[in-house]
């Protein structure tokens, strides 16, 4: 990533800064005045930060932007039109390098990259954000990238990473749909301690902030006996 989007943005307003990819060339003998010759282009699309899982209803904008004499793709007229509330995740942008070729596009293995995580909210939410009056009813989402360890028996210890962890007596982990208090470490690390269960075999780990809506996750823990 050359220019990162901005880690927190409102819903349908353009992101900025701009994102922006730098196409790192290999081939020594190829110069910056010979892209517009390859016909390359870098295409963007909106995922899950959960679960990569792929939204290309919720962006809107430029989504391909073709290299020509210089090696920056810079994308000025994105949109992102759900909030992380309402998808319950943050999100990324996801870029990948292309040539089109005859009729079509085709994609180059191996040229692509993700942005950081983006926290999208409401217009209103902003508003109160800005003037000091951020609800605390409407936290954002919370994302789980990892549990350590991510194997064992009822009553282990682990730790939970991620982001958006909300320091509440309402944070709980669920495994499978078995939920257990966690404990505050810093916002993208809880602890807990796995909750029984009644055969061995993975089960889903999710994490919620208000005790009620739980992210979704395709972070595993595998119980065994």
Sequence with gaps: ?????????????????????MVDIKD????CQDLSTLNLFVEVCLIRADSDGSLPE?????????????IFATFTKLKILSTSQQQGTLFRLRFRLKRYSGSSFVTIPDAEVL??????FSHTLYLNERGGKRKTNAPPPPMVSEVLPNSGGAGCRVVILGASFLKS??????F????????FHEC?????TTPPCTSSGPVRVSVTNDGRTYCK?????????
């Excluded at 020594?28 to 110069?31: D, E, F, L, V």
Aim: proline residues 11%; glycine residues 6%.
């Design 28 to 31: 020594p003998t190829a110069s």
């Design 169 to 174: 007596n309402r944070l709980r982990v669920r």
């Design 115 to 120: 942005s950081n995580p983006i926290e999208v």
């Design 176 to 183: 499978g749909e078995a939920a257990v208090p966690a404990v």
């Design 58 to 70: 919720c962006l809107e904008g430029n989504r391909v932007v073709r290299l020509g004499t210089g």
């Design 1 to 21: 990533m050359a220019r990162e989007p901005p880690p927190k943005t409102v819903y349908q307003r353009i992101l900025k800064p701009y994102p922006s990819v």
């Design 188 to 192: 993208g690390t809880i602890i807990c």
């Design 217 to 225: 996750s395709s972070v595993i823990f595998s119980y065994h006996q």
